[in-house]
């Protein structure tokens, strides 16, 4: 049976670690009309560019979901035809 030692339930306690299951969490349930909430803990390098790096992906993932209902919106208007 496997026990969690200290270090781990530190980890899981981590400020940063909780912000970024709350900012994981936000971006799964739906996108963001509001900007992502701002991490104030302490903070380093590392979360830095974890930071930094999921703010471009979540860039990217809000661009490809617009891209996809443009497309799909496009692709409905060519195949019914304009709404009268």
């Known amino acids: 049976m496997s026990t969690m030692t200290d270090s781990q339930r530190q980890g899981l306690s981590h400020p940063f ?21 701002r991490y104030d803990g302490p903070g380093d390098w590392q979360t ?8 471009a992906v979540a860039r990217r993932m809000y661009t490809a979901e617009e891209t ?3 497309i799909k919106a ?11």
């Open 48 to 55: 830095d560019t974890i930071l930094r790096s999921l703010g």
């Open 74 to 84: 496009s692709e409905c208007w060519q195949s019914n035809g304009p709404e009268t």
């Open 68 to 70: 996809l209902a443009s």
């Open 17 to 37: 670690l909780s912000h970024l299951i709350a900012l994981l969490s936000a971006y799964e349930l739906c996108p963001m009309s509001t900007p992502p909430p």
